[in-house]
């Protein structure tokens, strides 16, 4: 079974600032999908960035990039120019890239604060 | 982007009655949809896999006899909390999943969550 470690319970960093969420997963399987979720205040789940784990190149989405390294198992998020509206829960999660297993397999979350 | 709602976004009700939850893909159709749990300060947990037209596939430790689902159509499933007990008393999400288009892969969306409260 597939196991997502996120070692950071709690993260803070100065708005305008660079924070980087740590996130770690144990896998037998050679192909796969790594997701970074946002969870708010509202508790509404919205996808931040994605990485399929055949592509070496790091995945980005305007102020958020990831470090993938797939021999570590590692998948970290860099959130650059920190904003307030940044303030959230932060799920790593992890997907079988086979077909018809779409679960997600989620770590146990990072709460990030930002700090004006 | 895809939208998914839930309803009723938070619900009360006594030990004992069973409350019926809505997941609904506004505008797309979805083969399969997913049920989570999530308790205060905690990580979603996956109870179940549902999939239109069959039954459902529940999580190891899921009773599949307290925790009906019932995925109709490919824009509809429901939760079923039979007998609740204030231990039920838990945010549930769900989420579905859209086809992936032009060779892309499929994503999976989340609806904003019920709050049930079991007195």
């Known amino acids: 079974a597939q196991t997502v470690t996120q070692s950071q319970p709690e993260m803070s960093v100065q708005e305008a600032e660079t924070v980087t969420l740590s996130c770690t997963y144990d896998?037998?399987?050679?192909?796969?999908?790594l997701f970074w979720y946002k969870q708010p205040p509202s508790r509404q789940m919205i996808l931040v960035i994605r990485?399929?784990?055949?592509?070496?190149q790091n995945a980005t989405e305007n102020r958020f990039s990831v470090n993938f390294q797939k021999a570590a198992k590692s998948f970290s998020l860099k959130i650059s120019d920190s904003q307030l509206g940044d303030a959230a829960m932060y799920f790593c999660?992890?997907?079988?890239?086979?077909?018809?297993?779409?679960?997600?397999?989620f770590g146990t979350g990072t709460r990030l604060t930002i700090i004006p | 982007g895809a939208v998914v709602s839930q309803h009723p976004s938070w619900v009360i009700c006594k030990s004992g009655t069973s409350v019926k939850i809505e997941c609904r893909s506004l505008?797309?159709?979805?083969?399969?949809m997913f049920w989570y749990r999530q308790f205060p300060k905690q990580s979603l947990m996956l109870m179940a896999t549902?999939?239109?037209?069959?039954?459902?596939?529940?999580e190891q430790g899921v009773e599949k006899d307290k925790f009906l689902i019932n995925h109709a159509s490919l824009t509809l499933s429901t939760l079923t909390v039979t007998s609740a007990h204030p231990e039920d008393s838990s945010f549930y999400i769900c989420?579905?999943?859209?086809?992936?288009?032009?060779?892309?892969?499929?994503?999976?969306?989340f609806g904003p969550g019920t709050r049930l409260t079991v007195l």
């Open positions: 990485q399929e784990a055949y592509k070496q």
């Open positions: 989420s579905a999943t859209r086809p992936g288009l032009a060779g892309k892969t499929d994503t999976q969306y």
């Open positions: 999660a992890y997907r079988s890239a086979d077909f018809g297993n779409e679960k997600l397999t």
């Open positions: 505008d797309f159709q979805a083969t399969t």
């Open positions: 549902s999939n239109e037209g069959s039954k459902a596939t529940y």
């Open positions: 896998t037998s399987e050679s192909d796969y999908y």
